[in-house]
């Protein structure tokens, strides 16, 4: 398949490092030297489905198609306002949109994880122009009393199309399940039934183990990826690396002695945005120019699960 456009929607609130340290016991230093945030965008009056929608709209429009031309929809989101409908159709109904969605809950790696299957349905000739919102509001899932991550979350949008061709080279997915590296628990409603114990718990990660998760996997991810396809490091012009955190960005760099000039990067601004983040980081780039025909772009992501995707894809 082919990307014939991209959008992104953030919200308008910026909330910096200092703001944090008002009520927090942290730092700029802290967080700049262990993570590279220095502001994120914060969730306030909007709703995270209206920055799904404004971002699909810029991502239709830049394809230039219209709404009724995409024909299968999908959404990569952790956490909405809503339990059901899916958000997939909430945003559809918002666009007016009646072609068939689903919803994904992929966490980082969610956007790679809808490009595989829009990849699938396209080469089956089932559909021909997918769309992908990443609509995500982490900081609604973290404790803001807890220093350790509140402080490394931010929220926005970050959508794509997909239409046939055969730009995208190549997609990876790969699994270790480990529920107890990152996890939230919400209660549900009680029954007169119920006798087990259910507790509320907000965003809980071992920060450490997920570090080297995310900088070994990513860097076996590509390595794998490109392999299988007779390409090398050389050959890919922009690395698309989830910001998560600058040092395992620049992990990942160093693990490929790449140089640093091809690993473009907006955690500074956004902290991690989940699975928003390999979007809208493309559609920063797609915006500025930075990308001409026949590059090659690689992603790769990671995060709960854990779960972990890569995907070499031609400009
Ligand atoms: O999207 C994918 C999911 N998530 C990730 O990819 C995150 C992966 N992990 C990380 O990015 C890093 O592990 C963190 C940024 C979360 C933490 O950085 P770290 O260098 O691994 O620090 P640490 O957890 O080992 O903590 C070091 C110290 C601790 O204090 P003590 O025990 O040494 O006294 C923490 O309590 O830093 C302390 N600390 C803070 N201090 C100031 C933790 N958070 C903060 C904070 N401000 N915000």
Redesign the pocket.
Known sequence: MNIIGTGSALPKKIVTNDELSSF????DE??TS??GIRSRHVISDEKIEDLGMEAARRAIADAGLEISDIDFFICSNVINEYVTPGISCIIAAGLGMKCPCIDINC??PGFIYAMDIADTYISAGKYSNVLIVCPEEPTRMTSWED??TC??FGDGAGAAVFTKGDNLKATRLSADPAPDK?WQFHKLTPTPYITKEETEVPLQ?K??D??RF?VSTSARDIRELLAGVNMTIDDVDYFMI?Q??M??IEGIRNALGVEEKRFPTNIADHG?S?SASCPILLDECNRKGLFKKGDILVFSA???GLLSAAAILEW
């Open positions: 927090l016991d942290t730092s802290w967080i262990r993570t966490a980082c220093r350790s402080v490394l990152i990660m920060g450490r997920v570090f995310a989830h998560a955190n040092r395992i991690n989940s990671f995060g709960a």
